[in-house]
């Protein structure tokens, strides 16, 4: 199953589809969603409660079968209640390893900013090379692993600023915003619940369209999208450029870059190609870029703000792109 083939469309619209059938009014953000999986990165969702965020992230592991395990993330959370812990066995004289809820395919990190960050930092060596270690010990964490995580904004009563390394190991941030007029008396009309289970909604309960094995597949195909080098000397230029501007403290780190280009061979896949365009680049760069940027003056820290986009908007018309037309850049991968 190759990006571009018809199979590799079918189930990637199926499962977009499936997930919108849910969290409805917001396509751009189910489609992030979706990107980010296939890239094989992590997703933040940040916004003001109860727009939606942890319900995009449940849908996404509803609709992808494997192992989902959800974390509340609460000021008084251990690093262990994360990682797991090693408990003493009476009968066999020894320690034996009790895995955390971090052992999951798809782990949501729900308000990941209310908790410490030593508790942030435990989903640290997890998120970037999907393992864990404990007293010595190296655990390896499911394949394929990915955290969405949501939080309230920064202002909120209650929250932890997200540290930086935690913000550079999400591939990509969105906002969920507010759902329009229509989507909003929809989302009303279809909003019922079952006798037997008064806390939940019926269309909590997702059909997965796919298992693990399929996930995986997806994931090791979209990473063998062509990505020329003319199209990573542009992304390396980017990264440069947000270095070196002067409302930027610190720009796009390497792991950034390498980031970015993941989600930019997730864009081309969506788009029908097995090959990366700048147009692909230039698409993702906000997500992927904005909450990584630490800016200078007094919103050094707001990385949602309008100047973490303004700089963005700078930088890619800044840099020059290395084609003027697809087939060019279907000549070059």
Do not use: C
């Not at 109860?50 to 849908?59: F, I």
């Not at 499911?142 to 390394?165: H, K």
């Amino acid at each position: 199953m190759r990006p571009g083939t018809p199979a590799f469309t079918e189930l990637t619209d199926a499962l977009i589809a499936r997930i919108q059938e849910v969290v409805e009014g917001k396509p751009e953000a189910v489609r992030t969603a979706v990107l980010v999986q296939l890239a094989g990165g992590h997703l933040l969702v940040e916004d003001v409660p109860g727009v939606g965020k942890t319900l995009l992230a449940r849908t996404l592991a509803g609709a992808v079968g494997g192992e989902v395990n959800r974390i509340q993330f609460t000021p008084d959370l251990l690093p262990a209640d994360i990682t797991g812990v090693s408990v003493f066995h009476q009968e066999r004289h020894d320690f034996q390893f009790r895995p955390g809820p971090v052992f999951a395919h798809l782990v949501i990190a729900d308000e990941i900013n209310r908790a410490s960050a030593k508790t942030q930092a435990a989903l640290l060596e997890a998120m970037e090379e999907h393992r864990v270690s404990v007293d010595g010990t190296t655990h390896r964490l499911p394949d394929p692993f990915m955290v969405v995580a949501t939080q309230n904004p920064s202002d909120s009563q209650g929250t932890y600023p997200l540290p930086e390394a935690q913000r550079d190991r999400f591939m990509a941030r969105i906002s969920m915003g507010y759902p329009d007029t229509d989507a909003e008396v929809l989302m009303l009309a279809h909003h019922t619940h079952d006798p037997d289970r008064p806390d939940a909604a019926v269309q909590d309960d997702v059909e997965p369209v796919m298992d693990v094995d399929t996930a995986r597949s997806l994931v090791a195909a979209t990473s063998l999208v062509a990505v020329g080098e003319p199209v990573r000397r542009y992304l390396v230029a980017l990264g440069q450029a947000t270095r070196r501007h002067a409302d930027v403290r610190v720009g796009a780190s390497p792991r950034a870059l390498v980031q970015w280009m993941s989600a930019a061979r997730a864009e081309a896949a969506l788009s029908g190609r097995d090959y990366v365009v700048p147009d692909d680049v230039r698409a993702v760069a906000h997500v992927v870029l904005a909450h990584r940027l630490l800016l200078d003056g007094p919103v050094r820290h707001d990385t949602t703000s309008p100047q973490a986009r303004r700089i963005v908007d700078e930088v890619l018309s800044q840099v020059q792109a290395p084609f003027a037309s697809r087939a060019e850049a279907r000549a070059a991968r």
